[in-house]
């Protein structure tokens, strides 16, 4: 049992189980036991890969993006960018290096990451001369507000509920008496909220809610919604998912997301549309990020490259490969922009 193990087990000794969102909250973001507070977990060297770093064009097309939005919403003079979960820092890096194709972009933009990670922020200073972090989106500065988040809400705090007749039992997170946890169900009992939310989901069915990602999409939505701007949301999931995808990951392979609190990687599949549903702010999407992709000319991209780099071709069309085609990342993966009700459609998004 890891040390957090021990620390989750005494809380659930001295006060009873716990929820998959507390569970998660202690496990990914303890100041000093946490998963991100203690390491950079991304690369060969760690438990997962994200799509800024497998290819360069991620990024850059996302800077054509945001760099495109800005010019439809009448170039605001000055505008925050911003980045929830920034990673290393790769997926900015590219984009600000495509942004600059955009007259007058880079120079309106102030750039802010929103990271809770020591580790992590001290790899995206290396890569983002001239950033400024903050621990949350509620520190932003005023003014509109252009942003992107790539694999961010997947691993925000979720709870279980399971239909049983007309009542609904939560999953939850015990310990036995050596410490080991465990999961159980609690008591059935009526909600009227998840009966409204989940009307067609049938007996036996597991559904997940995650109240912080929605106060996330909800907040930044306000924003957007009076200032200007426009987020985009890539992550994996499904519009109107349900079943149970509590998972862990560790050294890139699937483990048991109780057996080492604080050393493996915890998410669940994001629910677009509830982050949808609370927005102020026009949601556009979803749309597969294969698609989304395509549409903004990962194609062209990838042949300019493979031209200009022939000795990397083949690397060039496996990364294409992967985060287009629906057999890899192409169709779990999804994509949902937010932006003004008045503002144009954004690019990848017209049907």
Not at 53 to 73: K, N, P, R, T, Y
Not at 76 to 103: K, Q, Y
Request: some cysteine; aromatic content about 8%; overall charge negative.
């Amino acid at each position: 049992m890891t040390p957090l193990g021990r620390l989750i087990a005494e809380r659930i000794a001295a006060r009873g189980p716990i929820g998959l969102d507390a569970y998660m909250a202690l496990c990914l973001g303890h100041p000093q036991l946490g998963y991100y507070a203690t390491r950079d977990p991304l690369g060969a060297a760690g438990d997962f890969v994200t799509a800024p770093e497998i290819s360069q064009m991620f990024g850059e097309l996302i800077g054509a993006w945001l760099a495109q939005v800005w010019d439809d919403q009448g170039r605001p003079e000055r505008f925050v960018l911003a980045e929830l979960g920034p990673g290393r820092g790769t997926l900015m890096r590219d984009a600000l290096r495509a942004a600059r194709g955009m007259p007058g972009f880079l120079a309106a933009a102030e750039l802010w990451l929103v990271e809770t990670s020591p580790a992590l922020r001290a790899r995206q200073a290396d890569l983002l001369p001239g950033a400024r972090w903050t621990d949350s989106d509620q520190e932003l500065p005023d003014g509109p507000l252009f942003l992107v988040a790539n694999e961010f809400f997947d691993a925000l705090p979720i709870r279980q509920f399971q239909r049983t007749d007309a009542l609904w039992r939560e999953r939850l997170i015990g310990a036995r008496e050596d410490g080991a946890l465990h999961f159980l169900w609690d008591a059935p009992r009526g909600d009227a909220a998840l009966d409204a939310r989940f009307a067609a989901v049938p007996d036996g069915a597991i559904v997940e809610v995650s109240a912080a990602g929605e106060a996330v999409a909800a907040r930044i939505g306000a924003r957007i919604a009076k200032a200007g701007g426009a987020a985009l949301i890539l992550d994996y999931g499904a519009w109107d998912g349900t079943g149970d995808t509590f998972q862990a990951v560790r050294g890139h392979a699937p483990a048991d997301p109780l057996a080492e609190p604080g050393a493996a990687d915890l998410t669940a599949h994001v629910r677009f549309r509830a982050l949808a549903e609370v927005s102020p702010a026009r949601a556009h999407g979803a749309v597969p990020q294969g698609t989304l992709l395509e549409r903004l000319g990962i194609g062209a991209r990838a042949r300019l490259l493979a031209t200009r780099h022939p000795a990397a071709a083949a690397e060039i069309v496996a990364a294409h490969r992967r985060l287009t085609h629906p057999a890899e990342m192409g169709e779990v993966f999804k994509a949902v922009a937010l932006a003004p009700s008045a503002a144009p459609v954004p690019p990848g998004f017209a049907s």
